[in-house]
């Protein structure tokens, strides 16, 4: 499946971006990040009829990720962004009826997009 992410950008502290993945099929999606410096981590993910999440204790009650698959989209809002945020988002798709939160468990990748919150 191929997926494309978009809607980083720029942003100050406590503002608030959404970041988009357009991904056609019956795919379980999560979205990780990674900052310079630092390994790929889970931030959030749902399962292919979004009736489940999960959610990183980091962004837990700040990010929000959901999906509209009559448009094929999924997306990640996120809220009261902080400096630690910035990084490289990706988002990633499996087959599979559950959430997951492994990003070895993925099996395609779109190719990112940046986030960078300033304090």
């Known amino acids: 499946v191929q997926l494309q992410a978009s809607g980083g950008g720029l942003v100050q502290a406590g503002d608030s971006l959404r970041l988009s993945c357009a991904a056609s099929?019956?795919?379980?999606m999560g979205w990780f990040r990674q900052a310079p410096g630092k390994e790929r981590e889970f931030v959030a993910a749902?399962?292919?009829?979004?009736?489940?999440?999960y959610y990183a204790d980091s962004v837990k009650g700040r990010f929000t990720i959901s999906r509209d698959n009559a448009k094929n989209m999924v997306y990640l809002q996120m809220n009261s962004l902080k400096p630690e945020d910035t990084a490289v988002y990706y988002c990633?798709?499996?087959?599979?009826?559950?959430?997951?939160?492994?990003?070895?468990?993925?099996?395609?990748w779109g190719q990112g997009t940046l986030v960078t919150v300033s304090s």
């Open positions: 990633a798709a499996r087959s599979g009826g559950y959430v997951y939160t492994v990003a070895r468990d993925y099996s395609s």
């Open positions: 099929g019956r795919y379980a």
């Open positions: 749902i399962n292919w009829s979004g009736g489940n999440t």
